[in-house]
Every structure is written in C-alpha cells, then in structure tokens.
C-alpha cells in the first residue's frame, strides 16, 4: 500500500482547505484511512478516518465539526474537507492505513506528509 497526499498550503484563520490521499495497492477492504496531523513539540494527534469496509467514519474530538472526512467511489481516496481554519491547526498533515479507527499504533503505512499553514 502507498499513500500520497496533497493539497496542503497557506491559509488565512477562518478559511477552508481540502486534502487528498491518493492510496494504492490496497489487498483488503478491511482497512481504513485515517487523517493525523503533527504540530512542532506535539504529539500526533488523530483527526478523521474511514473504514473502507463500512464507511464508517471516525473524528477526533478537537476537530469535530469542523474537519469532514469522505472518500471516493472505489474507496481508494480520502479527503480531509477542513473549515474555519485556525492557527492553531497549522501542522503537517499525515494520512494513514491500516485497522479502521483513530488509533495511530493500528495504522500500517503512513504517507509522507503535507504542510497546512494557518496564518494571516
């Protein structure tokens, strides 16, 4: 499985951004995608995921309401719809496969990253 994602950048605080993972490879569709981001001295921390058994999706709670995860028809695709976009969610964003959840410690392959800046 490979995972590529896209679609980072600057934004200014209350604007929207939308990420791609474009994953590969997939064997089995008892897997999810789940987005993590990491800010600089944090931890990684869980965002939204998918299964792409069920659909079933899955959100952290910081993010709740704001951040929408949805996929593609072939379930191969995730995207991370990101709204009123605050300073504080300036990190790099990561997405990753694996069991379906926000669990990171459950995730198999992880992308190489994208930067969201959050700035006036």
């Known amino acids: 499985v490979q995972l590529v994602e896209s679609g980072g950048g600057l934004v200014q605080p209350g604007g929207s951004l939308r990420l791609t993972c474009v994953g590969s490879?997939?064997?089995?569709?008892?897997?999810?995608i789940t987005w993590f981001r990491k800010a600089p001295g944090k931890d990684y921390e869980a965002l939204a995921g998918?299964?792409?058994?069920?659909?079933?999706?899955y959100y952290g709670d910081t993010v709740k309401g704001r951040f929408f995860i949805s996929s593609d028809n072939g379930k191969d695709t995730a995207y991370l719809q990101m709204n009123n976009l605050k300073p504080e969610d300036t990190a790099t964003y990561y997405c990753?496969?694996?069991?379906?959840?926000?669990?990171?410690?459950?995730?198999?392959?992880w992308g190489k990253g994208v930067v969201v800046t959050v700035s006036p």
């Open positions: 990753a496969s694996g069991w379906p959840g926000l669990d990171p410690y459950q995730m198999d392959v």
């Open positions: 490879g997939f064997t089995t569709d008892r897997s999810g």
């Open positions: 998918f299964s792409r058994k069920d659909d079933s999706t």
